[in-house]
Nanobody
Framework: QVQLVESGGGLVQAGGSLRLSCAASGRTFSNNAMGWFRQAPGKEREFVAGINWSGGTTYYADSVKGRFTISRDNAKNTVYLQMNSLKPEDTAVYYC??????????????WGQGTQVTVSS
């Protein structure tokens, strides 16, 4: 079992930055790939970024490539999402997830409660 708690969301102006954190509990954190997803009102949950168990492999949605960076610290059981050059279309609830690697919601078994990110124009 892995329990996930996100933090770091908030309101920011376009062009600004935020760093999201996801603290995990459970002894199997370092065995899991981690992902960040987001869901805007009226839209489906979509993949944002993923990282393998060691942190050696990362991958991103095209819409955030070059602006967002995912990283993890297995000693702290934490995964991060650094978000730069934020745009109004990045506004959503952001979720972290643990499980198999991949881009699909179904590849992940454990989910946090989400943190709201709002980007004003």
């Amino acid at each position: 079992q892995v329990q996930l708690v996100e933090s770091g969301g908030g309101l920011v102006q376009a062009g600004g930055s935020l760093r999201l954190s996801c603290a995990a509990s459970g002894r199997t954190f370092s065995n899991n790939a981690m992902g960040w997803f987001r869901q805007a009102p009226g839209k489906e949950r979509e993949f944002v970024a993923g990282i393998n168990w060691s942190g050696g492999t990362t991958y991103y949605a095209d819409s955030v490539k070059g602006r967002f960076t995912i990283s993890r610290d297995n000693a702290k059981n934490t995964v991060y999402l650094q978000m730069n050059s934020l745009k109004p279309e990045d506004t959503a609830v952001y979720y972290c997830a643990a499980g198999l690697s991949g881009y699909a919601v179904g590849s992940y078994d454990y989910w946090g409660q989400g943190t709201q990110v709002t980007v004003s124009s």
